[in-house]
T-cell receptor, first 114, second 115 residues
């Protein structure tokens, strides 16, 4: 049972344009969502998070939007840079699971072309 | 601040052999996690420790996998005997696990290949 889904395995974007990565979840008990970035041969690195009491959170070039009714979140990167090329994972946690337990999506490979 | 340390970085073994991975979390982080990441998938939680107690091991294949966290700091994950399907990257993460500090910080992982 895939509770967190990233339906796009890959995304290709031109430098300077917007990258939009999407994530859907099925468990309505999830109340905290995170995005991680992963480079080859490294562990995932925390990028940005959002609590279910918000619908938007910004940090520099990165913005996460949460649509609770649709059980959907998205990560916007503006402007995209070649160094953003990596695998992006969304993750979720909430009551009903052990505190802090994260459920990850499958990941989306982002390629930003110069 | 030093990050999460893991060793070894790579390991190749034959099926039915045993293997152990080591993790040293960020200093002061009470919670430690072991994840398995199979190629093309997201990390899957195997076991979660709070200090030296197990919080969640519901997805740990206990017939072959074991883990311990000595004195609430370092942790070791063992596989005995290994199967081909255990080939994956094993990630260790740690967090403060306070309501305002839930972020998990990951180590570089150990890439295991079982032949």
């Amino acid at each position: 049972d895939q509770q967190v889904k990233q339906n796009s395995p890959s995304l290709s974007v031109q430098e300077g344009r917007i990258s939009i990565l999407n994530c859907d979840y099925t468990n309505s008990m999830f109340d905290y969502f995170l995005w991680y970035k992963k480079y080859p041969a490294e562990g995932p690195t925390f990028l940005i998070s959002i609590s279910s009491i918000k619908d938007k959170n910004e940090d520099g070039r990165f913005t996460v939007f949460l649509n609770k009714s649709a059980k959907h979140l998205s990560l916007h990167i503006v402007p995209s840079q070649p160094g953003d090329s990596a695998v992006y994972f969304c993750a979720a946690s909430g009551p009903g699971t052990s505190y802090g337990k994260l459920t990850f999506g499958q990941g989306t490979i982002l390629t930003v072309h110069p | 601040e030093a990050g999460v340390a893991q060793s070894p970085r790579y390991k190749i073994i034959e099926k039915r052999q045993s293997v152990a991975f080591w993790c040293n979390p960020i200093s002061g982080h009470a919670t430690l996690y072991w994840y398995q990441q199979i190629l093309g998938q997201g990390p899957k939680l195997l076991i979660q420790f709070q200090n030296n107690g197990v919080v969640d091991d519901s997805q740990l294949p206990k017939d072959r996998f074991s883990a311990e966290r000595l004195k609430g700091v370092d942790s070791t994950l063992k596989i005995q005997p290994a199967k081909l399907e255990d080939s994956a990257v094993y990630l260790c993460a740690s967090s403060l696990s306070r309501p305002d500090q839930e972020t998990q910080y990951f180590g570089p992982g150990t890439r295991l290949l079982v032949l």
